[in-house]
C-alpha cells in the first residue's frame, strides 16, 4: 500500500507512534488509509451540511475495510462573493483547492481519496487534484437546495437578483424584494438551479467520478446520506483494484460529459473547467470539441435559468442516469466510479418524465445548449449559453457602449443609460486583467429585471451559471494583454450571429491597428494571491489554468 511509506518498518516507528495518538489500532495499521477532503463550512450554504454527509462517508470506510482520515478545504460561495471585490477570488480559489488536497494526499501517503463538496470553483478543484494526485478517488456532490417559494411559483436565487434591476425600472417595491428575499433559499444546498455549481456536480457523475445518482438528488434528501455512505463503501475496491482516477478521467469520458453538458443546457464555466481538469490530467481538448459536440447533440432539458425546471425536478425525473439513457446511442462506454460502464448504467435508468427529460427526437433545441464564438473581436473564441438566448436575437448588431470594469456598467445600468439595441462591452475583467475572472450576474440580472429585450452583453469575464440572456463571456485575447476587446470605442459597431458562431468589431484592420499603437495596458496596484495569479494565469480558451 502507498501508506506503507508511512506507517512499515521500524524505521517509522514514530511516525506509528503519532497514528497509535490518534486512536488507529494494530489492525487498522494494516488497512488501506483514506484522505477525505471536506469543503464544509458555514459561510457556503452548499457545504453546511457537508459535515453530516462525510460522518456517512467515514461509516463506509470504516465498514469496507479501510480507515478513513478527514481534513478541510476553503469554499467561496460565489452569491455572497457576488457584484464586489470579493468575486475577483473566486477562480483563483479552485488553484488553491487543488494545491491544499494534492498537500495533504501526497504528505500523508494516502492510498484513497474521497473529495466531499459542492459548488462551482470547489467540485473542479477537488477534480483537477484527483488527477494530478492520480489515487483512486470518488467524488461526492452535496446536492442542490430545494426551491423557495412563494404566491404559487418556485423560486431560486435568480429570482433575488433579477429582482435588484425591477426595482431599479420601478416594477417592484423594495418591500416586495424583501419580501422574495426571506423566502426563496429554503435551507441548505448549492443554489436550485442548473448554474455551474450543479452543472459541475452532473459533469463529475457523467464523466463517472461520483456514484449514479449523485448529482441531482438533493441536499436534504435522505438519498444523499445512502449515495454518501456507498460512497465510502466504493473507494476500498477501487484502491484494492487500483482503479485510478486517469483511468476514469479520459478524453472519451471528457466527451462524454461535455455531450451531457449540451443536452441540459449547462453553464458556461463548464469550458474553463473542463479544460483545467484536461490541462491536468494531459488530456488533448480544445475549444472545437465543444463546438463539434454542440453540432451533433440535441438540447433536451429546459433546465433553470433558461427554463422552469429545477434540480429537484430533474432527480424526479431520474436524474442524470436518465440523462445518459437518452443520449445512449451516442455515449462511449466509459468506466466509473461505481464499477458499473456508462451504459450499463444508462440501460438499467429509467425516464419518470419525458417533458422534463425529452427523448432526443423532442428536443428544447436542436443544437446544444452552449456555443463558442469567434471572430475579430474574440480571435481566440468567446462562450454564450445559447440555450438561455431567445431566437430573435441569436443575430444582432448594435452600438458599443465600453466600460473598465463591471462597476461603471452596473451604475449605467442601473441607472437606465443603457439603450435597447446597445452592445454592452466590460472589459479588464478577464483571468489577468481583474484579475480572477469574475461572473457578472449583477448586471446581467440586472438588465434582465429592467426588461431590456434587445440588449447584447460582452466580457472578458465571466458569467454565473444563473446568468440568461444574450451574455457572451471568456473573450479570448482580454483586454489586459490586448486583446481586440481593450480597442472597442463607444459607438463601434459589433455583430454577433450564433447561428454562424461569430463576434465581429466592424472595424477596419488599418484603424485597429492604429488603436493598438496608442494603447497603453491598465496596471492594478496588486498584493498576495491576486498579484501572484495574475502573473501565472493563462486565458480563458486555455481554462485560466496556473502555470
Given at each position: 500500500m502507498r501508506s506503507d511509506n508511512a506507517k512499515k518498518g521500524y524505521e517509522r516507528a514514530p511516525n506509528r507512534a503519532l497514528l497509535r495518538s490518534l486512536g488507529v489500532t494494530d489492525r487498522e495499521m494494516g488497512l488501506p488509509f483514506i484522505g477525505i477532503a471536506n469543503a464544509y463550512n458555514t459561510i457556503v450554504p452548499g457545504h453546511v451540511h457537508l459535515n453530516q454527509l462525510t460522518g456517512k462517508v467515514k461509516e463506509g470506510i470504516a465498514a469496507a475495510g479501510g480507515v478513513p482520515?478527514?481534513?478541510?478545504?476553503?469554499?467561496?460561495?460565489?452569491?455572497?462573493?457576488?457584484?464586489?471585490?470579493?468575486?475577483?477570488?473566486?477562480?483563483?480559489?479552485?488553484?488553491?483547492?487543488a494545491d491544499s488536497i494534492?498537500?495533504?494526499?501526497?504528505?500523508?501517503?494516502?492510498?484513497g481519496l474521497v473529495c466531499v463538496g459542492t459548488c462551482d470553483k470547489i467540485v473542479p478543484g477537488m477534480l483537477m487534484a484527483a488527477v494530478r494526485c492520480n489515487i483512486p478517488t470518488v467524488v461526492l456532490t452535496g446536492g442542490a437546495m430545494l426551491s423557495g417559494f412563494q404566491d404559487g411559483k418556485e423560486l431560486s436565487l435568480i429570482d433575488i437578483f433579477e429582482g435588484v434591476g425591477k426595482v431599479a425600472a420601478?416594477?417592484?417595491?423594495?418591500?416586495?424584494?424583501?419580501?422574495?428575499?426571506?423566502?426563496?433559499?429554503?435551507?441548505?444546498?448549492?443554489?436550485?438551479?442548473?448554474?455551474?455549481?450543479?452543472?459541475?456536480?452532473?459533469?463529475?457523475?457523467?464523466?463517472?467520478?461520483?456514484?449514479?445518482?449523485?448529482?441531482?438528488?438533493?441536499?436534504?434528501?435522505?438519498?444523499?446520506?445512502?449515495?454518501?455512505?456507498?460512497?465510502?463503501?466504493?473507494?476500498?475496491?477501487?484502491?484494492?483494484?487500483?482503479v485510478l482516477p486517469r483511468n476514469i478521467i479520459t478524453r472519451k469520458s471528457l466527451r462524454n460529459a461535455i455531450r451531457v453538458d449540451m443536452a441540459l443546457g449547462?453553464?458556461?464555466?463548464?469550458?474553463?473547467?473542463?479544460?483545467a481538469i484536461a490541462t491536468e490530467a494531459g488530456i488533448p481538448l480544445s475549444l472545437d470539441d465543444f463546438s463539434e459536440l454542440a453540432e451533433k447533440i440535441p438540447h433536451i432539458c429546459y433546465m433553470q435559468p433558461s427554463g422552469p425546471h429545477s434540480m429537484q425536478t430533474l432527480h424526479r425525473s431520474g436524474g442524470i442516469p436518465a440523462v445518459m439513457k437518452q443520449l445512449e446511442k451516442v455515449l462511449d462506454n466509459t468506466p466509473t466510479v461505481s464499477g458499473r460502464k456508462v451504459l450499463e448504467i444508462a440501460k438499467s435508468a429509467v425516464v419518470r418524465d419525458s417533458e422534463v427529460i425529452r427523448p432526443v427526437k423532442n428536443p428544447v433545441n436542436a443544437e446544444g445548449g452552449l456555443r463558442i464564438l469567434s471572430g475579430s473581436l474574440a480571435p481566440d473564441g468567446a462562450v454564450v449559453k445559447s440555450a438561455a438566448v431567445p431566437k430573435e436575437m441569436w443575430k444582432h448588431t448594435g452600438p458599443a457602449r465600453v466600460f473598465d470594469g463591471e462597476s461603471p456598467a452596473m451604475k449605467a445600468i442601473l441607472g437606465r443609460k443603457i439603450r435597447e439595441g446597445d452592445v454592452v462591452v466590460i472589459r479588464y475583467e478577464g483571468p489577468r486583467g481583474a484579475p480572477g475572472m469574475p461572473e457578472m450576474l449583477s448586471p446581467t440580472s440586472a438588465m434582465m429585471g429592467l426588461g431590456f429585450k434587445k440588449v447584447v452583453l460582452i466580457t472578458d469575464g465571466r458569467f454565473s451559471g444563473g446568468t440568461r440572456?444574450?451574455?457572451?463571456?471568456?473573450?479570448?485575447?482580454?483586454?489586459?494583454?490586448?486583446?481586440?476587446?481593450?480597442?472597442?470605442?463607444?459607438?463601434?459597431?459589433?455583430?454577433?450571429?450564433?447561428?454562424?458562431?461569430?463576434?465581429?468589431?466592424?472595424?477596419?484592420?488599418?484603424?485597429?491597428?492604429?488603436?493598438?499603437?496608442?494603447?497603453?495596458?491598465?496596471?492594478?496596484?496588486?498584493?498576495?494571491?491576486?498579484?501572484r495569479y495574475a502573473k501565472t494565469v493563462e486565458q480563458a480558451n486555455l481554462g485560466a489554468?496556473?502555470?
Amino acid at each position: 500500500m502507498r501508506s506503507d511509506n508511512a506507517k512499515k518498518g521500524y524505521e517509522r516507528a514514530p511516525n506509528r507512534a503519532l497514528l497509535r495518538s490518534l486512536g488507529v489500532t494494530d489492525r487498522e495499521m494494516g488497512l488501506p488509509f483514506i484522505g477525505i477532503a471536506n469543503a464544509y463550512n458555514t459561510i457556503v450554504p452548499g457545504h453546511v451540511h457537508l459535515n453530516q454527509l462525510t460522518g456517512k462517508v467515514k461509516e463506509g470506510i470504516a465498514a469496507a475495510g479501510g480507515v478513513p482520515f478527514e481534513f478541510g478545504t476553503i469554499g467561496i460561495c460565489d452569491g455572497i462573493a457576488m457584484g464586489h471585490e470579493g468575486m475577483r477570488y473566486s477562480l483563483p480559489s479552485r488553484e488553491n483547492i487543488a494545491d491544499s488536497i494534492e498537500l495533504m494526499v501526497q504528505a500523508h501517503c494516502f492510498d484513497g481519496l474521497v473529495c466531499v463538496g459542492t459548488c462551482d470553483k470547489i467540485v473542479p478543484g477537488m477534480l483537477m487534484a484527483a488527477v494530478r494526485c492520480n489515487i483512486p478517488t470518488v467524488v461526492l456532490t452535496g446536492g442542490a437546495m430545494l426551491s423557495g417559494f412563494q404566491d404559487g411559483k418556485e423560486l431560486s436565487l435568480i429570482d433575488i437578483f433579477e429582482g435588484v434591476g425591477k426595482v431599479a425600472a420601478g416594477s417592484m417595491t423594495e418591500k416586495a424584494l424583501g419580501e422574495l428575499e426571506c423566502c426563496a433559499m429554503p435551507g441548505c444546498g448549492s443554489c436550485q438551479g442548473l448554474y455551474t455549481a450543479n452543472t459541475m456536480a452532473c459533469m463529475t457523475e457523467a464523466m463517472g467520478m461520483s456514484l449514479p445518482g449523485c448529482a441531482a438528488t438533493p441536499a436534504v434528501d435522505a438519498g444523499k446520506l445512502r449515495i454518501a455512505r456507498e460512497t465510502g463503501e466504493a473507494i476500498i475496491p477501487l484502491v484494492k483494484k487500483q482503479v485510478l482516477p486517469r483511468n476514469i478521467i479520459t478524453r472519451k469520458s471528457l466527451r462524454n460529459a461535455i455531450r451531457v453538458d449540451m443536452a441540459l443546457g449547462g453553464s458556461t464555466n463548464t469550458v474553463l473547467h473542463f479544460m483545467a481538469i484536461a490541462t491536468e490530467a494531459g488530456i488533448p481538448l480544445s475549444l472545437d470539441d465543444f463546438s463539434e459536440l454542440a453540432e451533433k447533440i440535441p438540447h433536451i432539458c429546459y433546465m433553470q435559468p433558461s427554463g422552469p425546471h429545477s434540480m429537484q425536478t430533474l432527480h424526479r425525473s431520474g436524474g442524470i442516469p436518465a440523462v445518459m439513457k437518452q443520449l445512449e446511442k451516442v455515449l462511449d462506454n466509459t468506466p466509473t466510479v461505481s464499477g458499473r460502464k456508462v451504459l450499463e448504467i444508462a440501460k438499467s435508468a429509467v425516464v419518470r418524465d419525458s417533458e422534463v427529460i425529452r427523448p432526443v427526437k423532442n428536443p428544447v433545441n436542436a443544437e446544444g445548449g452552449l456555443r463558442i464564438l469567434s471572430g475579430s473581436l474574440a480571435p481566440d473564441g468567446a462562450v454564450v449559453k445559447s440555450a438561455a438566448v431567445p431566437k430573435e436575437m441569436w443575430k444582432h448588431t448594435g452600438p458599443a457602449r465600453v466600460f473598465d470594469g463591471e462597476s461603471p456598467a452596473m451604475k449605467a445600468i442601473l441607472g437606465r443609460k443603457i439603450r435597447e439595441g446597445d452592445v454592452v462591452v466590460i472589459r479588464y475583467e478577464g483571468p489577468r486583467g481583474a484579475p480572477g475572472m469574475p461572473e457578472m450576474l449583477s448586471p446581467t440580472s440586472a438588465m434582465m429585471g429592467l426588461g431590456f429585450k434587445k440588449v447584447v452583453l460582452i466580457t472578458d469575464g465571466r458569467f454565473s451559471g444563473g446568468t440568461r440572456g444574450p451574455c457572451i463571456g471568456h473573450v479570448a485575447p482580454e483586454a489586459a494583454i490586448g486583446g481586440p476587446i481593450a480597442l472597442v470605442k463607444d459607438g463601434d459597431v459589433i455583430a454577433v450571429d450564433l447561428h454562424k458562431k461569430t463576434i465581429d468589431l466592424k472595424v477596419s484592420a488599418q484603424e485597429l491597428k492604429k488603436r493598438k499603437s496608442a494603447w497603453k495596458p491598465v496596471t492594478k496596484n496588486l498584493t498576495g494571491v491576486l498579484a501572484r495569479y495574475a502573473k501565472t494565469v493563462e486565458q480563458a480558451n486555455l481554462g485560466a489554468v496556473q502555470r
